[in-house]
């Protein structure tokens, strides 16, 4: 099937920067939008920024300006750029692919996910 695996999480202060980043492996004929998304404790998940295979992308209004999505579709992998953060930045970080996948002799699209990986924003 596929695989996603990000890295890049971790602390840092209010005002800094952090890179995300995720790769995703396995039969993949396709990917097609590639989004992050996040989920701080006792509240739901929710959209950070999107990116489609042709690289129009969209960011939740919260992050508008500070976040900045890319995709290579070459490795098949998405990075989220993170500055200026926030306190309320802080979350469980998860990114998601739309794949369209081999397995044996079918193709099969679907949503994949990542582990999540934890960023904390504080002083």
């Known amino acids: 099937q596929v695989q996603l695996v990000e890295s890049g999480g971790g602390l840092v202060q209010p005002g800094g920067s952090l890179r995300l980043s995720c790769a995703a492996s396995?039969?993949?004929?396709?990917?097609?939008?590639m989004t992050w998304y996040r989920q701080a404790p006792g509240k739901q998940r929710e959209l950070v920024a999107a990116?489609?295979?042709?690289?129009?992308?969209n960011y939740a209004e919260s992050v508008q300006g500070r976040f900045t999505i890319s995709r290579d579709n070459a490795k098949n992998s998405v990075a989220l750029q993170m500055n200026s953060l926030k306190p309320e930045d802080t979350a469980v970080y998860y990114c998601?692919?739309?794949?369209?996948?081999?397995?044996?002799?079918?193709?099969?699209?679907?949503?994949?996910w990542g582990q999540g990986t934890q960023v904390t924003v504080s002083s």
């Open positions: 990116v489609s295979s042709t690289g129009n992308t």
């Open positions: 998601k692919s739309n794949a369209l996948i081999q397995i044996g002799f079918e193709r099969r699209l679907g949503d994949y």
């Open positions: 396995g039969s993949i004929i396709s990917i097609y939008t």
